[in-house]
C-alpha cells in the first residue's frame, strides 16, 4: 500500500477588489473586475513592466496580454511557441513564452500567451492566475475576493 503525500495549503487573508462598474449602450451597465498586476522575464534581476490592470477573466484559459508587453520585455516571436486561440472573435495566433507574473502575495512563473491588438492590456486566466487563489465573485456585493493558496 502505497504513502500518500498530503500537500498543505497555507493561504493568507483575503484581497477585497471592488467590481469596475460602466454603462453600456443600452441604459445598463457592464461589470469587470480587474488587478493590477506586473510582468518580467524569468530571468534574474529582469526588469518589470510598470503596474497594468489585467482583468479576472474565468472564460480565458490563460494569462493573455497584449503584444506591446512582450516587445516591452524584449520577447522576439521566434523565441515563442504559437498557439491557436478562440474566442467570440474567431481563431487567432497567440505567442507563448514563459515569464514572471507579480501578482498579490509575490511572483510566480507563468506560461503566458501574447497576442496582436488585444483590446486589453491583459487576462488573467485559468492557467497561471486561477490556481493561485480561491476566487469569490460576489455579485451582490460587487466585489471579488481573492485568497492567495500557497502549496507547500
Known sequence: MG?????????LKPI?????VYPDQFGAYAYSVKLNVQLALTSPNSPRT????????????RCLFDWSIAEFLGIQRDACKVEVTTGIGGSEDSYLHDVMLYI???PVTITAGFKEKLPVAGLLGINGFFEHFQILFDAPAKVCELTRIYQA
Open 3 to 11: 504513502t500518500a503525500i498530503r500537500l498543505k495549503r497555507r493561504t
Open 16 to 20: 477585497k477588489v471592488p467590481y469596475s
Open 50 to 61: 510598470k503596474r497594468f490592470e489585467g482583468i479576472i477573466d474565468s472564460g480565458a484559459m
Open 104 to 106: 498579490p502575495g509575490g
